[in-house]
């Protein structure tokens, strides 16, 4: 799943980032797969292909590894969204793209690995103290993140409620994938979703009444 | 928590009752607080007040017990959800009230609880097996309530999808509400989303497009 690098007097900074890369690419596969119980250090470095030493060696802890996994997957995923909606000239259909890649993001591996996280960190309060300072960075990423796709002016209220609004409901399809395949279903609430925002996005519609 | 029957000579079939709702309470009290490891048949009878034995008298096996009290809790719910909306005239206070309704139940100890049975079904084939086709009617189920709550036509595929949307919104309001209090902002995207939804459901607006 992960290449292993090959090249011979390969820099020792080079063998380091991609050992890490490995583990942390594991982690999120194996939490995904496998729920929290089932994603030890141990387990990951078995299955990165990584003395549990060397794993131990850049991840001290369990909850080292796991939120170093969370961000680096986060951070990578957020850069290619921003990258995606680059070239989308305004109007309906970039709504519909960003809505849908929105909601890409949110029933992909790395929304299921951080499930299991966020669902376990519930029970525990020592783990619930790491995550909820990831959890709040990683939702402001991701409405800036969203609002930069979408070229709207996130200094109108309403604007910035509707792209939160959007994020939830994107979260919450997610959670409607976890256990099926949702797809069928989630594309036409994708399509409405987006047909709605863009015609709320725009001033003077019925879907903005002043009065609130 | 839940209140010991006191009554002399209570009847087999009402001590019974009283047991398996004592079972059932303890068992979603549990999941919510404690997750999936902290609620086997063992913990939840502790909890209820109940022995062991009569727990297993009731519910021979951990998954009988854990769907029972999803499907007596979800029931429960959904009626006071219906007799709650009973009274409401039509208007936009009429959608607000449901949509903040809808969203206060994927918010409350259930939805937690729920979250917890899920999560640990993803990891779980043979649990996932049992829970697929519950998702399935609670998925149905909320949403047929939410229909009549809000008096709308659910023959209209706009109508239709935009209630799921709803749906979704709401479990993605859940979800955000598991490691932190998270009502102030919930508030916001409530109303916000009462007024668009409330406006998307009025024929003939701007969020309505007839091409699509």
Known sequence: MTGRRTEVREPQQDRSRATRQRLLESTIELLAAHG????TVAEVAE????????AQHHYPTREDLITGALEYMFDSRMA???????????GPRRTLLVVRRVVDHFTGTLF?????????A????????????LEAKFGRHAHRTTVEMLG???ADPVVHTLV????????GLGLADVL???SARRDRIVRQWADTLHAALEPGTAARPADR
């Not at 290619?80 to 305004?90: C, K, M, P, Q």
């Not at 299921?112 to 376990?120: E, G, S």
């Not at 519930?122 to 995550?131: F, G, M, S, Y």
């Not at 939160?164 to 979260?171: F, G, I, K, P, V």
Request: charged fraction near 30%; hydrophobic fraction near 45%; glycine fraction near 6%.
């Open 180 to 182: 099926t395949d949702d």
């Open 36 to 39: 929290w119980a089932g994603s």
């Open 47 to 54: 299955h990165a292909g990584v003395s549990r030493g060397a």
């Open 112 to 120: 299921k690995a951080a499930l299991q996280v966020w669902t376990a």
């Open 80 to 90: 290619e969204l921003r990258g995606s909606a680059a070239e989308l000239e305004a």
């Open 122 to 133: 519930a029970a525990d309060e020592e783990l619930r103290a790491r995550i909820v300072p």
């Open 152 to 154: 709207a002016d996130d």
């Open 164 to 171: 939160q609004a959007t994020l939830d409901m994107a979260r």
